[in-house]
């Protein structure tokens, strides 16, 4: 089956660790986007990356990094230099061409706590 | 400027009544516009989506939407509520095509179904 995945599901983080937060599709889609969900708010969007080896910043990249060395695969890694990183992160897929060009599929979702 | 704004963070109704979860949106193109579904701790699942073809969107278990040009809105509707749709509702406005696509979310609101 085509899908995303996200791994792990929960994480938890101590004060001042880098953690790396996994997205893996297997859809042949082009763009890649992580977003980062809080209670009561929308999505925002962190980064995006709509081919291999190029990604962009979204509204809230600051404290965040990301990689995009497959088209397989856009790891999000959460800094230390991000000052409230506990929220539930998802990553989405979306193909650049054919009739649901402009839909986004979303993985699972991780959520993440800093202890 | 595109934006999204769902009028309502919180409906409550009762199961077997419709639903109707507000969306206006404000945006410069046409518009794609779409509704996603997420329940508890999961990821998001595309319910319907308007792409300048019908105005009235039907979707996924018995949900529709129509788009009003004239009110810039894109309502989603259900005639009779079921427990199993209790979860939070997302309205999202796209940039019909450009290389730095992008998602506007809604703030999202939270669909309760009293037994």
């Known amino acids: 089956d085509g899908g995303i995945t996200q791994s792990p599901k929960y994480l938890f983080r101590k004060e001042g660790q880098n953690v790396t937060l996994s997205c893996e599709q297997n859809?042949?889609?082009?763009?890649m986007y992580w977003y980062r969900q809080d209670p009561g708010q929308g999505l925002r969007l962190i980064y995006y990356?709509?081919?291999?080896?190029?990604?962009q910043k979204g509204d809230i990249a600051e404290g965040y990094s990301v990689s995009r060395e497959k088209k397989e695969s856009f790891p999000l890694t959460v800094t230390s230099a991000q000052k409230n990183p506990t929220a539930f992160y998802l990553c989405?897929?979306?193909?650049?061409?054919?009739?649901?060009?402009?839909?986004?599929?979303f993985g699972p979702g991780t959520r993440l706590t800093v202890l | 400027a595109q934006s999204v704004t769902q009028l309502d963070s919180h409906v409550s109704v009762s199961e077997g009544t419709p639903v109707l979860l507000r969306c206006n949106y404000s945006?410069?193109?046409?518009?794609?516009l779409f509704w996603y579904v997420q329940h508890p701790n999961k990821g998001l699942q595309l319910l319907l989506k308007?792409?300048?073809?019908a105005t009235l969107v039907k979707g996924i278990n018995g949900f529709e939407a129509e788009f009003k040009k004239s009110e810039t809105s894109f309502h989603l509707t259900k005639p009779s509520a079921h427990m199993s749709d209790a979860a939070e509702y997302f309205c999202?406005?796209?940039?019909?095509?450009?290389?730095?696509?992008?998602?506007?979310w809604g703030a999202g609101t939270k669909l309760i179904i009293k037994p």
């Open positions: 999202v406005v796209t940039l019909p095509m450009d290389s730095n696509y992008q998602l506007i």
């Open positions: 989405a897929s979306r193909s650049l061409a054919g009739s649901s060009y402009n839909e986004q599929f």
């Open positions: 945006s410069s193109y046409s518009p794609s």
């Open positions: 859809l042949n889609h082009d763009a």
């Open positions: 990356s709509q081919i291999v080896n190029d990604f």
């Open positions: 308007y792409t300048s073809a």
